[in-house]
Nanobody, 124 residues
């Protein structure tokens, strides 16, 4: 069982940066692949970024490439999402998720555990 708690969301202006954190409970954090997803009102939850348990394989949605960076600290059982050059279209609730090793990182249905989400709002 893994419990995930996101933090770091907020209201920012276009061009600003935010760093989201996802703190995980449990001693097995290092055995999970982790992902960040987001969901805007009226849309489906979409993949943003994913990172394998070792941190050696990282994946990004096209919308995140070059602007967002996912990382993890297994000692702190935390995964991060650094978001730069934020735009109004990045406005959404951001969720972190944990899945068993080898999960298809881009598929939300593949993950076993989810956080409650943190709101990111980017004004123009």
């Amino acid at each position: 069982q893994v419990q995930l708690v996101e933090s770091g969301g907020g209201l920012v202006q276009a061009g600003d940066s935010l760093r989201l954190s996802c703190a995980a409970s449990g001693r097995t954090f290092s055995t999970y692949d982790m992902g960040w997803f987001r969901q805007a009102p009226g849309t489906e939850r979409e993949f943003v970024a994913g990172i394998r348990w070792r941190g050696d394989s990282i994946y990004y949605a096209d919308s995140a490439k070059g602007r967002f960076t996912i990382s993890r600290d297994n000692a702190k059982t935390t995964v991060y999402l650094q978001m730069n050059s934020l735009q109004p279209e990045d406005t959404a609730v951001y969720y972190c998720a944990a899945g068993r090793i080898g999960v298809r990182v881009t598929m939300s249905s593949a993950y076993d555990y989810w956080g409650q989400g943190t709101q990111v709002t980017v004004s123009s």
